[in-house]
């Protein structure tokens, strides 16, 4: 997938397509609420997979029941479509 950045108009335009993530700075964010600590850790673990099959990692934290995920595309400095793309991704683990 492709490493530009994308311009804010793009991220803007992207976010509706991902409506429960937030643009924060030069990243996107959603927190999950999973129940419990052991619901977080699953759900931790299947974004793990995710963001390894697509080769990129995002920032997860845990506390608890939540779960915050961050994404950004560190090597391009910003957001790109990567970064939309595993967030959609994501979704689908919950959103259903």
């Not at 609420?33 to 997979?49: E, I, L, P, W």
């Amino acid at each position: 997938m492709m490493k530009q950045l994308l311009i804010h108009e793009d991220v803007v335009a992207r976010l509706g397509d991902v409506p429960a993530w937030h643009h924060r700075g030069n990243a996107i964010e959603r927190v999950f609420d999973s129940g419990d600590f052991s619901g977080a850790m699953r759900f931790a673990n299947r974004v793990a997979d995710a963001a390894t099959a697509a080769d990129h990692h995002p920032d997860i934290l845990i506390s608890y029941n939540r779960v915050t995920v961050t994404l950004t595309s560190h090597d391009a400095g910003g957001l790109t479509e990567r970064d939309f793309a595993l967030a959609r991704t994501i979704d689908r683990f919950v959103d259903r």
